[in-house]
């Protein structure tokens, strides 16, 4: 999932609303993935992308739901585990969120 090759320029206002829209639906107890979001917005190198777009979310917007490709939490970010927890989001030994049971599909 390279980023470099896109023009970043193009990236601005209107391509983080537009992850923050997406984001804004993931239900309680799902989660998305960078390249899941991408995807959907139909630039699916720019998983890199999402998450600098989400590194400037605003407040009213919880971005807790969105972990890597893998089902890695966000290095750092001690709350995310356990606003997770709370919806139930169920976790792999290696502290990964378990994907199969919690993937976010669009059309469910």
């Not at 999932?1 to 206002?13: A, L, N, R």
């Not at 590194?55 to 009213?60: G, T």
Request: with cysteine; net charge neutral.
């Amino acid at each position: 999932m390279k980023d470099y090759k896109v023009d970043k320029e193009s990236f601005s206002e209107s391509f983080r609303k537009e992850v923050y829209e997406v984001v804004s639906q993931i239900p309680v107890g799902k989660v998305s993935t960078y390249g899941g979001i991408a995807l959907l917005l139909g630039a699916p190198q720019c998983s890199r992308m999402v998450g600098r777009a989400l590194k400037e979310v605003p407040d009213e917007l919880s971005c807790h739901r969105v972990v890597n490709s893998t089902g890695r939490l966000v290095p750092g970010w001690v709350e995310q585990k356990q606003l997770l927890l709370a919806e139930e989001v169920s976790f792999k030994a290696n502290g990964c969120v378990n994907l199969k049971e919690h993937l976010w599909h669009v059309d469910e």
